[in-house]
């Protein structure tokens, strides 16, 4: 157990505290988007609207600081691992590896639990919105469990083994993800075909979820679900890669 | 002699490649082991195998008796430098004896890898002679029964190699088991109990350096003389012949022969030298005969 606390502790040290890449892309990027969005361009908004507009994008902009926490810090970190060769050593010691991954996940979820509280406090502190402090926890806690399929992403996406096609990937999945499933632009905006498709996103379902607790209506059992199968998909596809790369011994540099 | 690792006739291929062909070793306590072979002769194939990072394609390996948690008793140096970014080598040691049941003292693991003043630097700030100390404190820190090192003193300064085999001699006085590969021929022939050559992807040597003399049995004869070649270049059992102005330069299986043939000659000669071949000539002889064998 000594073991783990101390993992979580170098690991918190070296993707949290000591990462500038982490404030500055995961968090910084959505405060900026949310304050350009929310407070600089909002001369087409009626009054009346503004606050649920605020209260809306606040919502889409913690999700987006999650993806981009869960996917692109995880395949980047995960990725850094196996380059410097933190991988290799930990699998040369008697360290489980569910404890490796584990002591990892926990770390990217306390990063979106940060970035979802720091873009909570902007939105109160910029905006004066206000909510129930319950409803507050409520949506931090959604947003950062529901994100957890994106974690398994980045974990996926990291087992490119390859910069340059982990940069892709991460730019093929995150940005489009953003967009299609309505976190930058509202969803209604785009055709409908593309709508259809956006509405079966983990980051759409996650944003319904919370903008029932928002608005205090009854939350679909269907993206619960969703979220869950989800997981599922890329947990299963995430061991069948590893699988087969442990056969053709590919993780061995 | 406890035997800790046990090799029985392992083949290793990639695709329709075959690396490795019926490799057979055992290796014992207390033994200090080296691997050596050409670039890409397949010595860290054979190492990720011993280590179960890659499997062999049949043959059998036994490792500190298969025990289940065997990792608990081996400590590895790479090849490649480990250089994780934001983390400080006290924190990568601590980390490290961390996942072990009995590690090696911190501060004990200091003093074997000369990392003093080096603790609080962050790991990717370090220079490579440095990088390859810490890999070394990493390798030792779970206090390991086997040390595996792989091209450990690439990219150390001489001083820092020399107290890096001292150590290596000190941690087999503690009964502790070193199987290592180098280019660096000339340091393993002064710390190695055994020699084991990998060439055409099976162990064709496997011996003390002494046996491996014997089989090779070369020496040099060096002198410096105005007499003529042809009093010298047809004597028997001289294998390569060379002259540079009035140096003499000949490679022998038989000094003693060669040495007879010239005391007519003493009083003409100075500076006569005789020196047995290095590890390093033996390893190309050796290798030049493997290829001629092929």
């Given at each position: 157990?000594?073991?783990?606390?101390?993992?979580?502790?170098?690991?918190?040290?070296?993707?949290?505290?000591?990462?500038?890449?982490?404030?500055?892309?995961?968090?910084?990027?959505?405060?900026?988007?949310?304050?350009?969005?929310?407070?600089?361009l909002?001369?087409?908004?009626p009054?009346?609207?503004?606050?649920?507009?605020?209260?809306?994008?606040?919502?889409?902009?913690?999700?987006?600081?999650?993806l981009?926490?869960?996917?692109?810090?995880v395949?980047?970190?995960?990725?850094?691992?196996?380059?410097?060769?933190?991988?290799?050593?930990?699998?040369?010691?008697?360290?489980?590896?569910?404890?490796?991954?584990?002591?990892?996940?926990?770390?990217?979820m306390?990063?979106?639990?940060?970035?979802?509280?720091?873009?909570?406090?902007?939105?109160?502190?910029?905006?004066?919105?206000?909510?129930?402090?319950?409803?507050?926890?409520?949506?931090?806690?959604?947003?950062?469990?529901g994100?957890?399929?994106?974690?398994?992403?980045?974990?996926?996406?990291?087992?490119?083994?390859?910069p340059?096609?982990?940069?892709?990937?991460?730019?093929?999945?995150?940005?489009?993800?953003?967009?299609?499933?309505?976190?930058?632009?509202?969803?209604?905006?785009?055709?409908?075909?593309?709508?259809?498709?956006?509405?079966?996103?983990?980051?759409?379902?996650?944003?319904?979820?919370?903008?029932?607790?928002l608005?205090?209506?009854?939350?679909?059992?269907?993206?619960?679900?969703?979220?869950?199968?989800?997981?599922?998909?890329?947990?299963?596809?995430?061991?069948?890669?590893?699988k087969?790369?442990?056969?053709?011994?590919?993780?061995?540099? | 002699?406890?035997?800790?690792?046990?090799?029985?006739h392992?083949?290793?291929?990639?695709?329709?490649?075959?690396?490795?062909?019926?490799?057979?070793?055992?290796?014992?306590?207390?033994?200090?082991?080296?691997?050596?072979?050409?670039?890409?002769?397949?010595?860290?194939?054979?190492?990720?195998?011993?280590?179960?990072?890659?499997?062999?394609?049949?043959?059998?390996?036994?490792?500190?008796?298969?025990?289940?948690?065997?990792?608990?008793?081996?400590?590895?140096?790479?090849?490649?430098?480990?250089?994780?970014?934001?983390?400080?080598?006290?924190?990568?040691?601590k980390?490290?004896?961390?996942?072990?049941?009995?590690?090696?003292?911190?501060?004990?693991?200091?003093?074997?890898?000369?990392?003093?003043?080096?603790?609080?630097?962050?790991?990717?700030?370090?220079?490579?002679?440095?990088?390859?100390?810490l890999?070394?404190?990493?390798?030792?820190?779970?206090?390991?029964?086997?040390?595996?090192?792989?091209?450990?003193?690439?990219?150390?300064?001489?001083?820092?190699?020399?107290?890096?085999?001292q150590?290596?001699?000190?941690?087999?006085?503690?009964?502790?088991?070193?199987?290592?590969?180098?280019?660096?021929?000339?340091?393993?022939?002064?710390?190695?109990?055994?020699?084991?050559?990998?060439?055409?992807?099976?162990?064709?040597?496997?011996?003390?350096?002494?046996?491996?003399?014997?089989?090779?049995?070369?020496?040099?004869?060096?002198?410096?003389?105005?007499?003529?070649?042809?009093?010298?270049?047809?004597?028997?059992?001289?294998?390569?012949?060379?002259?540079?102005?009035?140096?003499?330069k000949?490679?022998?299986?038989?000094?003693?022969?060669?040495?007879?043939?010239?005391?007519?000659?003493?009083?003409?000669?100075?500076?006569?030298?005789?020196?047995?071949n290095?590890?390093?000539?033996?390893?190309?002889?050796?290798?030049?005969?493997?290829?001629?064998?092929?």
């Open positions: 157990m000594n073991s783990f606390i101390y993992q979580i502790n170098i690991n918190f040290k070296r993707i949290i505290l000591r990462n500038k890449r982490f404030f500055l892309f995961d968090m910084m990027l959505p405060i900026i988007f949310y304050l350009l969005y929310s407070k600089v909002v001369n087409g908004i009054q009346a609207d503004l606050k649920t507009w605020q209260m809306n994008y606040l919502i889409s902009m913690i999700i987006y600081s999650c981009l926490g869960s996917i692109i810090t395949a980047n970190t995960l990725l850094e691992d196996k380059t410097s060769h933190f991988d290799i050593l930990s699998r040369l010691t008697p360290l489980p590896r569910w404890q490796y991954y584990l002591s990892r996940i926990l770390i990217f306390l990063l979106n639990l940060i970035s979802a509280i720091v873009i909570c406090l902007v939105g109160i502190l910029v905006n004066h919105l206000t909510l129930p402090i319950a409803n507050w926890s409520l949506i931090i806690l959604i947003s950062v469990l994100t957890t399929p994106l974690i398994f992403m980045g974990i996926l996406i990291s087992l490119a083994n390859n340059a096609t982990v940069n892709l990937l991460n730019n093929i999945v995150v940005f489009p993800l953003a967009i299609i499933s309505g976190l930058w632009w509202p969803i209604t905006m785009m055709p409908k075909w593309l709508q259809s498709i956006g509405k079966l996103t983990p980051t759409f379902e996650i944003s319904n979820i919370d903008q029932s607790i608005h205090g209506t009854i939350i679909n059992s269907h993206y619960i679900l969703g979220i869950i199968l989800w997981l599922m998909i890329i947990v299963v596809i995430t061991l069948l890669i590893t087969y790369q442990k056969h053709k011994e590919l993780i061995i540099e | 002699m406890t035997s800790i690792v046990t090799v029985e392992l083949n290793k291929n990639y695709g329709k490649k075959e690396i490795l062909h019926n490799i057979n070793f055992t290796v014992n306590k207390s033994q200090i082991i080296a691997l050596i072979g050409e670039n890409g002769a397949g010595k860290t194939t054979l190492i990720n195998i011993l280590l179960d990072l890659i499997s062999s394609n049949s043959g059998t390996v036994n490792i500190l008796d298969n025990e289940k948690n065997f990792k608990e008793r081996i400590g590895v140096m790479m090849q490649q430098n480990i250089s994780i970014t934001r983390i400080t080598v006290k924190e990568i040691l980390l490290t004896q961390s996942y072990y049941q009995s590690p090696l003292a911190y501060e004990k693991i200091i003093e074997l890898s000369d990392l003093y003043d080096l603790e609080d630097s962050k790991m990717d700030k370090l220079s490579g002679g440095q990088k390859r100390r890999s070394f404190a990493l390798a030792i820190a779970g206090n390991p029964d086997l040390l595996f090192l792989d091209e450990p003193t690439a990219g150390m300064d001489s001083q820092s190699r020399t107290k890096f085999w150590t290596i001699t000190d941690l087999k006085e503690q009964h502790k088991t070193v199987f290592v590969t180098s280019h660096y021929l000339e340091e393993l022939e002064t710390i190695a109990d055994r020699i084991m050559i990998l060439q055409n992807k099976s162990i064709s040597f496997d011996g003390s350096i002494a046996q491996l003399r014997v089989l090779e049995g070369e020496s040099m004869i060096e002198f410096d003389s105005k007499l003529l070649p042809n009093l010298f270049k047809d004597m028997p059992e001289i294998i390569d012949f060379k002259k540079v102005g009035d140096h003499y000949f490679t022998t299986k038989n000094a003693e022969l060669i040495i007879g043939q010239l005391t007519p000659y003493l009083n003409a000669i100075n500076n006569l030298k005789v020196q047995q290095s590890l390093d000539s033996l390893f190309v002889n050796f290798n030049k005969e493997g290829a001629t064998h092929e």
